[in-house]
């Protein structure tokens, strides 16, 4: 069964406190991406990345930075968590498919909550 | 600009009941797809189905079909005899610029199906 794994469900941060989330996937998928899920928003895209080392700035890419040292695993950090940064967090990755669009792999989500 | 709207927030069915949930998209693009995923309590996003633009048929798997029609841009999703597996949050997305790295989501419907 294919899978794209976050590694922590629940975290609870401090305000200014780096916060790094982690999300693997076993497909060997090219592209991976990070969203940000919140009530009556949908899902904004913070990051994406197409290969080891490439990213791409997404709608909300503030306060947010990414890392991609493998082609499974790709970083979400929070280099000065803040208040406003409390939410869920998704994680998804897709093979390329020609010029169609891809069907995303989501993971389970972290939620993040920052005090 | 692309935009999804999903009006309904949030829907109440009792079982059995046929609901249908509304999908209004806007884009410039002449070539696009778009999307429906269903997020169950577990929180992980579950692919239902892609169309593309030029394919206005109508789809029907089992108890869903959906409804695409270009000339009112709505991608519309019915579920016949609720269950109360049904219950869950549903997005509608919108490719952009026919690249598959990047989709705009709506804001997302909360089906609750009671018994």
């Known amino acids: 069964d294919v899978k794209v794994t976050q590694s922590s469900r629940y975290l609870v941060k401090r305000t200014g406190e780096k916060v790094f989330l982690e999300c693997v996937q076993d497909?060997?998928?090219?592209?991976m991406f990070w969203y940000r899920q919140d009530p009556g928003l949908g899902l904004r895209l913070i990051y994406f990345?197409?290969?080891?080392?490439?990213?791409e700035k997404g709608d909300i890419p503030e306060g947010y930075s990414v890392s991609r040292e493998k082609k499974e695993r790709f970083s979400l950090i929070l280099e000065s968590a803040s208040t406003n940064q409390t939410s869920m967090y998704l994680c998804?990755?897709?093979?390329?498919?020609?010029?169609?669009?891809?069907?995303?792999?989501f993971g389970a989500g972290s939620r993040l909550t920052v005090l | 600009a692309q935009k999804v709207t999903q009006a309904q927030t949030e829907i109440s069915v009792v079982e059995k009941e046929d609901v249908t949930l509304d999908c209004v998209y806007e884009?410039?693009?002449?070539?696009?797809?778009l999307f429906w995923y269903k997020q169950p309590p577990s929180g992980e996003l579950v692919f239902l189905i892609r169309?593309?633009?030029?394919?206005?048929q109508n789809e029907i798997s089992g108890r869903y079909s959906w409804n695409f029609q270009k000339s009112t841009s709505s991608f519309n999703f019915t579920i016949t005899a609720s269950q109360v597996v049904d219950s869950a949050v549903y997005f509608c997305a919108l490719s952009r610029n026919n690249a598959g790295n990047m989709l705009t989501f709506g804001g997302g419907t909360r089906l609750m199906v009671k018994p």
């Open positions: 998804a990755s897709s093979n390329v498919q020609g010029s169609g669009a891809n069907v995303l792999t």
């Open positions: 169309r593309n633009s030029f394919d206005e």
């Open positions: 884009t410039r693009d002449t070539t696009y797809y």
């Open positions: 990345s197409y290969d080891v080392k490439m990213k």
């Open positions: 497909m060997d998928h090219e592209n």
